[in-house]
């Protein structure tokens, strides 16, 4: 797989923030959880994408996102009562991912889906994306379905004696999930998503691929003392692929393959204070490793490498200035050690080339939220706008706000 590599980092460092906890307000925002620096002790409501049982707590819901631009947003719409939800979300561009695959200080809902299989071949477009959550009693249970489509092809003219070329790439996502509630609440999901893809010229396939992917979230949260909390956090994700360049005998077809691991754990308290104020932060312990080999019929030509997170830190606070006005902020930390292993095809003695580094991510992000009534709007600011301020007093013009979300609860 081309962008294997790639992968394997956005893993390692997903890891850290793709783990979710429990606490926050019912009808948040994604520019919330972007301001909170995606910190996962604080609730907010995209967790119904790795949760989708969560859709029975935030009913009745209309969310828009917006980006610096017209055509980058997202949106959700979740009808139904505390016995059983619907959804539908609306150009979700993180809807071939969870957090597990968002970097640090991104707007993960914006933008286009990611094309998992590489530029060779065309962005896949979301066609339908569906939540489904009930209450069962016992608990709470979801699912989560979303299919995708993206393309393009082109005919000769009538008289041509040559076939249709064209290129594709299709993709199925499907989440199930389990929830237990009281005092002590554990939230699980299965995750399960299929891209495959197509290049064909004249009428003939020349090159395919395909990547399958399948993770386990899991979130405890349970009480230590009166106004602490203390949530555990787990994710296990796996996934594998390939490409194959077909070609003309007597050349052998060139078929790569990648196989991507992750899994990490860890812990942190939340803080409320008043019912209001939140303020949280973890520590997180992680590991990525993938092999890849770019063409299977020749020896001596694979990589491999490892991605140890040890640790990554988010603190994270969403503090109730008045009855109206929120201001909000946090930050992560990662430091990470590095390892990659290359074949070489020489006949030397020592035949792999090692290359190892050690290095941090750090990012930080703050914004603003007001709340009338059932109405929401928060505010992601931009960095320059933070620390510089406006043109009329002297600073930057790079904009107030890097996202802007307004949901409305009926």
Known sequence: MQNARKLAVLLALGASIGITGFAGDAHAQSARSTSLAQNQLILDRTDVLTFPQ???????LLALDYGAFAQAGSGLALLGNERLAFGLGIAQGNVLGDRVTTPINTHPNLGGVDNLLGAGYPTPHTIVDLFFGMDIGSGLFGAHLAIGHGGDSFTPTI??????????????????GFSLQGNFRLDTALRLMFNSADNTLDGDTVRDGSVFQAG??????????AGIDLGLLGDIQITTGGNTTYRD????DIESSATNFSIAAGAGPVYTIDGVTTLAGYGILGFATTSEDPDENVDNNATSSYHLILPGVAVAADIHLTDWLYFR?????LFLINSETEEQNTNTANDDTITRDRNSGFGWSAGL???????????TLQHGF???????IGGQ???LFSMVSASYAF
């Open 216 to 225: 386990v979230n899991a979130r405890a949260y349970t009480p230590l003392a």
């Open 329 to 333: 902020t946090g930050a992560q930390y």
């Open 369 to 379: 939220g007001l709340k009338v009534g059932n109405f929401a709007l928060d505010g």
């Open 386 to 392: 933070l620390t510089s301020g406006p043109n009329f």
């Open 159 to 176: 008289d041509s004696n040559l076939d249709d070329n064209s290129n594709g790439q299709t993709f199925v996502r499907a989440d199930v």
């Open 397 to 399: 013009a790079p904009g």
């Open 54 to 60: 969560l859709s029975v707590e935030y009913t009745n």
């Open 249 to 252: 005998a007597p050349l052998d």
